[in-house]
Structures are given as C-alpha cells and as structure tokens.
C-alpha cells in the first residue's frame, strides 16, 4: 500500500508554537486546528470542551432513540438500557473534561 502523502497534516500545540510548515519529502504538510484519534477529539489549544460536546450528543442521541422504541417508561426498562447504551460514552469522556470548567460539567450532567 503506498502512503498518501495528501492525507498527512500537523496538529500545531500550544499558545507560542511559531507553527513552522512541514515537510514529507518535497510537499508541505497542510495544517489542522483539531484532530480525531481513537475516539478522542485533541485541539490545538488543548481544550476538551469540544469532546465533551461530542460526547453529550451522542448520548442524547442514543437516549432519543431508546425513548422512541420503547413504549414503557418505568424505571426498571429504562435503567439497565441506559447503563449498557449511554453511560459507557459518558465514561468515555470523564477522563478528559475539566471539572474546573462549569459549562463542560453542566452539558454532561444535563444528559443524565
């Protein structure tokens, strides 16, 4: 398989990085402000709250889903659905928000 060399870009970190440009070769390497790796969103201010914003939707979707398909709404059908569907997206995010950051805190306890 050959590499794609269009498909490379840096991800500049930090307030004073002089964000030289980058090479591969003869071609320069293109710039991004965020990027995706195993899940997790990595800006280049090294904030979270985008993550966590991810995280919320995605668990307000799932929680739409499992209220249009199911017709019962008691607690003892809804709970195990979602600590199996929601909570692991929610446990997910818990290691790389910042608690300090109120309105990070506030959309995640809104999905719950």
């Excluded at 794609?4 to 980058?22: A, D, I």
């Excluded at 402000?33 to 997790?40: I, R």
């Excluded at 889903?65 to 569907?85: D, G, V, W």
Aim: glycine share 8%.
């Amino acid at each position: 398989m050959k590499f794609n060399k269009g498909k490379r870009q840096v991800l500049h970190l930090g307030r004073n990085n002089p964000r030289h440009q980058s090479r591969l070769g003869v071609d320069l390497l293109g710039s991004s402000s965020a990027e995706e790796d195993l899940g997790v969103l990595v800006e280049n201010k090294l904030s979270m709250s985008q993550q966590c914003a991810l995280v919320a939707k995605k668990a307000n979707g799932i929680l739409g889903c499992i209220q249009k398909s199911m017709a019962s709404r008691l607690r003892e059908f809804i709970l195990p659905l979602y600590s199996a569907l929601v909570m692991p997206h929610l446990g997910f995010c818990v290691q790389f928000w910042a608690p300090q950051f109120k309105t990070d805190r506030e959309l995640l306890e809104r999905v719950q």
